[in-house]
Nanobody, 123 residues
Framework: QVQLTESGGRMVQAGEPLRLSCGTS????????VGWYRQVPGKDREFVAS????????KYADSVRGRFTISRDNNVKMAYLQMTLLKPEDTGVYYC????????????????WSQGTQVTVSS
């Protein structure tokens, strides 16, 4: 399994933008699709966005479509989540994963998660 590290989370005001990063040293990173997820205490982890290996397709949760953009750069083994028009309900710990594109929509596919990065949106 690819070891991933998320970064970029912080506290922001509602409406502000924020970009999260997901990086790895694994040379196999370009072989996999990438997904972003988030979780708040007391709730299940939820799918946010995913992107194919070659960035030719993307999927978004209804709650973030039009506000968030997922991207990746295989040359530096990084994936990103650009978030705009942030809302307090976007608050949570954000995680990334790699895997088959068809499987990324369901966070229950994965049993191991990295530390994540905390995003807090204040109103």
């Amino acid at each position: 399994q690819v070891q991933l590290t998320e970064s970029g989370g912080r506290m922001v005001q509602a409406g502000e933008p924020l970009r999260l990063s997901c990086g790895t040293s694994s040379l196999t990173f370009p072989r996999y699709a990438v997904g972003w997820y988030r979780q708040v205490p007391g709730k299940d982890r939820e799918f946010v966005a995913s992107i194919t290996r070659y960035s030719d397709d993307r999927k978004y949760a209804d709650s973030v479509r039009g506000r968030f953009t997922i991207s990746r750069d295989n040359n530096v083994k990084m994936a990103y989540l650009q978030m705009t028009l942030l809302k307090p309900e976007d608050t949570g710990v954000y995680y990334c994963q790699t895997g088959a594109y068809a499987d990324l929509w369901d966070p229950r596919t994965f049993t191991t998660w990295s530390q994540g990065t905390q995003v807090t949106v204040s109103s």
